[in-house]
């Protein structure tokens, strides 16, 4: 260890400022089963300010030290209370313009009071921030959280007064190590994007909760998981789904309950997206959930639901308004399941990381069956085991989410990757992973095609259920004719998904079906695609890239995409239908 010099200053020449944070992660091991308890937000308006440098770390602003360990006083470098001020949940690109294409550390900030209740527990939660996220509280670190589209959770009871101040450092560079890393084909927004809230509990409480049918019991039995905290650890549960005439003790040992209960209930579906009240109690703690029951499984090359085979008939969405970037209001999503519902569809693939919560509740109701997805894109550093820490979390956070959501029926553990060594030993890890914190669901990815061959022949389809295969003919490969070819040499033992087809097509530009970006062209090609991919007996759905236009910095062409990806069915505010969502529309209708 180099000697350090006289005048060494630790915030002007310490570079390594940031490892004591960086090992106090914040992981799945945090969360805590929050679905139907009541929360204490913290949003609303936080002051905030771009932090370029990431001095706020190097200096310790949030020590709020105004005089330093030397005696010298702080220049006014900052003074949280009289900064310009931000709305949380947001990403902070949308807020002004001057955050457009900001990419680095910002600090959000605020104060907010907090009165007691006797022998309670309190825990921070923040649904998701991107990419990374310091939090501090009352000068304290209280710890970090890496991952962008997944929820985090820190207990505060002990850290929290009568009067607070909360402090976070969001970071939303890209980064090679990230998941997803630098290079991606969607805008890379900033910020606190989802909700902030405080989630007080007993002493004990219930801290996951999980409850399916039992696989193979003909839908007569159902599953319950329960794991508690705290100081009780023994006792009993009580299980009621009063319109089910179900109530029923589950005994808790070690702090672990499990039971399977005789059960006859109405099948979720998309026709008929049946929910019941489920409540949970143990030990002073009650939950309620509203929870579908249904069955999702492969038999051969078939996708059954509740034992039928079934076809999906879906269509792509990034989670992205004009409006507000990656903060989605709740009216954006349900005008998003709407238009597909109006598409003649019964499954979306939220693309290409998990959505906010709120989308798998809304389908839950809606009756739309989702692939949910992490944002293993293109080419992550697969050889780098933090990388793969950093995905495998992300996986366990979101299935930890939503594995109650009936309409959650894939896992998807990435996007398009080559086929190496790496990615197999990275990929086949994440699909076993998915398998065992959720059996009762599938698990895929969407995977590339070997052009040369022509043929569906990825390795990681080994350790899929189904195969998700994203094609281009007509758009990137100009030859259709090959995209016959490739279904006749393929032979997969397994339900395919074409997870992406489609073609860039500028709103209300009319043309010749040979000119690119015409909505002729994208209305040609979505025929042609129709054409072939009704006729093939192992493909058992579609999700055509994309519901509607997205923000894309590799997209410069000036009059077709203008730093848009137009692919969509849809402009991107959605207030135009491009004629290739009637073909879409038809399709699905017949099917
Ligand atoms: C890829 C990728 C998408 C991308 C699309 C495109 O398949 O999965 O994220 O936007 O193609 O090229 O438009």
Same mark, same amino acid.
């Given at each position: 260890m180099q000697q350090q010099a006289a005048n060494f200053v630790d915030h002007l020449h310490n570079e390594s400022y940031e490892d004591r944070y960086l090992s106090q992660s914040i992981t799945h091991h945090s969360m805590v089963y929050d679905s139907g308890r009541e929360k204490i937000s913290l949003n609303g308006l936080w002051n905030f300010g771009i932090d370029q440098y990431d001095t706020c770390v190097r200096a310790r602003w949030f020590e709020e030290k105004y005089v330093?360990?030397?005696? @010298?006083? *702080?220049?006014? &470098?900052?003074?949280? #209370?009289?900064?310009?001020?931000?709305? %949380?949940?947001?990403?902070? *690109?949308?807020?002004?313009?001057?955050?457009?294409?900001?990419?680095?550390?910002? %600090?959000?900030? @605020?104060?907010?009071?907090?009165?007691?209740?006797?022998?309670? @527990? %309190?825990? +921070?939660?923040?649904?998701?921030?991107?990419? &990374?996220?310091?939090?501090? $509280? /009352?000068?304290?670190? %209280?710890?970090?959280?890496?991952?962008? !589209?997944?929820?985090?959770y820190i207990e505060v009871t002990n850290d929290l007064k009568d009067s607070n101040r909360i402090l976070v450092v969001a970071n939303n560079t890209r980064k090679p190590s990230h998941v997803p890393n630098e290079n991606t084909d969607w805008f890379n927004y900033g910020g606190v994007y989802r909700d902030v809230e405080l989630i007080r509990l007993p002493q004990t409480f219930i801290k996951d909760f999980v409850i399916s049918f039992v696989p193979g019991t003909q839908f007569s039995k159902i599953q319950v998981e329960l794991l508690i905290d705290g100081s009780v650890l023994a006792g009993t549960a009580h299980l009621t789904i009063q319109e089910l005439g179900i109530s029923f003790p589950i005994e808790v040992?070690?702090?672990?309950?499990?039971?399977?209960? &005789?059960?006859?209930?109405?099948?979720?579906?998309?026709?008929?997206?049946?929910?019941?009240?489920?409540?949970?109690?143990?030990?002073?703690?009650?939950? !309620?959930?509203?929870?579908?029951?249904?069955?999702? @499984?492969? #038999?051969?090359? #078939?996708? $059954? $639901? *509740?034992?039928?085979?079934?076809? +999906?008939?879906?269509?792509?969405?990034?989670?992205?308004?004009? +409006? /507000?970037?990656?903060?989605?209001? &709740?009216?954006?999503?349900?005008? /998003?399941?709407? +238009?597909?519902?109006?598409?003649n569809c019964n499954y979306m693939r939220l693309a290409h990381y998990p959505h906010t919560e709120k989308a798998a509740k809304l389908a839950d109701e809606m009756g739309i069956m989702l692939w949910e997805e992490i944002p293993v894109y293109w080419a992550i550093q697969f050889h780098n085991e933090a990388t793969y820490r950093d995905a495998e979390n992300q996986l366990t956070e979101l299935i930890k989410r939503d594995r109650n959501r009936a309409s959650v029926i894939i896992w998807s553990v990435g996007n398009e990757n080559a086929d190496t060594e790496a990615r197999l030993t990275f990929m086949s890890s994440l699909a076993m992973k998915a398998k065992e914190l959720d059996p009762t669901r599938l698990v895929s990815a969407a995977c590339l095609l070997d052009h040369d061959n022509h043929i569906i022949n990825d390795r990681l389809a080994d350790y899929l259920d189904i195969i998700g295969a994203n094609q281009y003919y007509g758009w990137y490969q100009t030859d259709f004719n090959n995209l016959i070819k490739l279904f006749e040499n393929s032979r997969p033992s397994k339900p395919v998904v074409i997870t992406e087809f489609g073609a860039d097509a500028k709103a209300g530009y009319r043309g010749s079906v040979d000119e690119k970006g015409t909505e002729d062209c994208q209305l040609d090609i979505y025929q042609k695609q129709i054409d072939v991919l009704g006729q093939i007996p192992y493909v058992k759905g579609t999700s055509p890239w994309i519901l509607y236009d997205f923000r894309c910095p590799r997209r410069l062409h000036p009059t077709i995409q203008n730093y848009y990806n137009t692919k969509g069915l849809l402009s991107e505010d959605k207030s135009y239908k491009k004629p290739a969502f009637y073909a879409m529309q038809e399709f699905y209708? *017949?099917?």
């Open positions: 330093d360990d030397e005696g @010298r006083t *702080n220049p006014m &470098d900052f003074s949280f #209370d009289e900064w310009e001020q931000i709305k %949380v949940p947001s990403s902070w *690109n949308t807020q002004k313009e001057k955050f457009f294409y900001y990419e680095g550390s910002a %600090v959000y900030t @605020r104060t907010f009071p907090y009165t007691f209740q006797d022998d309670e @527990r %309190v825990f +921070l939660k923040f649904g998701a921030v991107n990419y &990374d996220a310091k939090i501090f $509280l /009352n000068k304290q670190y %209280v710890g970090f959280h890496k991952g962008g !589209s997944t929820p985090f040992v070690d702090g672990k309950g499990c039971a399977v209960i &005789d059960a006859n209930p109405e099948l979720w579906s998309p026709d008929n997206p049946k929910l019941y009240d489920v409540a949970i109690a143990f030990s002073g703690d009650a939950i !309620s959930e509203k929870i579908g029951f249904r069955e999702i @499984r492969v #038999d051969g090359t #078939d996708i $059954l $639901l *509740n034992g039928s085979p079934i076809y +999906l008939k879906g269509i792509s969405a990034h989670e992205e308004s004009v +409006l /507000n970037g990656k903060a989605v209001s &709740d009216e954006e999503i349900m005008e /998003n399941f709407k +238009l597909a519902k109006e598409m209708k *017949n099917k």
